[in-house]
T-cell receptor
Framework: NAGVTQTPKFQVLKTGQSMTLQCAQD?????MSWYRQDPGMGLRLIHY???????DQGEVPNGYNVSRSTTEDFPLRLLSAAPSQTSVYFC?????????????FGSGTRLTVV | TQLLEQSPQFLSIQEGENLTVYCNSS?????LQWYRQEPGEGPVLLVT?????EVKKLKRLTFQFGDARKDSSLHITAAQPGDTGLYLC??????????FGGGTRLMVKP
């Protein structure tokens, strides 16, 4: 089925470790974004991209890196994991210029940093 | 401080009751969306409203965008257990950033 695929589903890291959360979409959407969801905080935007080779910071970008080499993939990198990065991470995409159509979200990655 | 304030944060009701969830802001938005999220899944879009005063209906759900485009409400008539979930409002301006409210967690008891 077409949509947004996130891997892994669950991950436990030790403080200081690095890892990459994967996100892929097969809908040819130009816009992709990463959110984190914490209890009582809703979803907060980490980074977003409006197309291959173009990325920008969201509300909470510190501690995270992104790159966009293809339209399909938008990985999120944690360079040195911290307990404050324990959260559920969601990737979302939409066609550019069609914000009213809403975003398609992946099913999330639950990350625990110990 | 969140740009979008949702109320109530939690709501537990009996099947068949009506309820209203509110999403308020001091900012004007070009569009506002409502999403529903179930445990272990990402949010799923319910509706987008773009015109001040706009009312949209989706079966037993009625969505309204305030005249000044600063607030919105979601009304559910005759709630069912299948309506249980986290309801999120989200808004955007002309840019590429979508801002979410803190969510309303709804539980409908049979």
């Amino acid at each position: 089925n077409a949509g947004v695929t996130q891997t892994p589903k669950f991950q436990v890291l030790k403080t200081g470790q690095s890892m990459t959360l994967q996100c892929a979409q097969d809908m040819n959407h130009e816009y992709m974004s990463w959110y984190r969801q914490d209890p009582g905080m809703g979803l907060r935007l980490i980074h977003y991209s409006v197309g291959a080779g173009i990325t920008d910071q969201g509300e909470v970008p510190n501690g995270y890196n992104v790159s966009r080499s293809t339209t399909e993939d938008f990985p999120l990198r944690l360079l040195s994991a911290a307990p404050s990065q324990t959260s559920v991470y969601f990737c979302a995409s939409r066609p550019m210029g069609q914000g009213a159509r809403g975003y398609t979200f992946g099913s999330g990655t639950r990350l625990t940093v110990v | 401080t969140q740009l979008l304030e949702q109320s109530p944060q939690f709501l537990s009701i009996q099947e068949g009751e009506n309820l209203t969830v509110y999403c308020n802001s001091s900012s004007v938005f070009s569009s506002l969306q409502w999403y529903r999220q179930e445990p272990g899944e990402g949010p799923v879009l319910l509706v987008t409203v773009v015109t001040g005063g706009e009312v949209k209906k989706l079966k037993r759900l009625t969505f309204q965008f305030g005249d000044a485009r600063k607030d919105s409400s979601l009304h559910i008539t005759a709630a069912q257990p299948g309506d249980t979930g986290l309801y999120l409002c989200a808004a955007s301006n002309a840019g590429n950033m979508l801002t979410f409210g803190g969510g309303t967690r709804l539980m409908v008891k049979p």
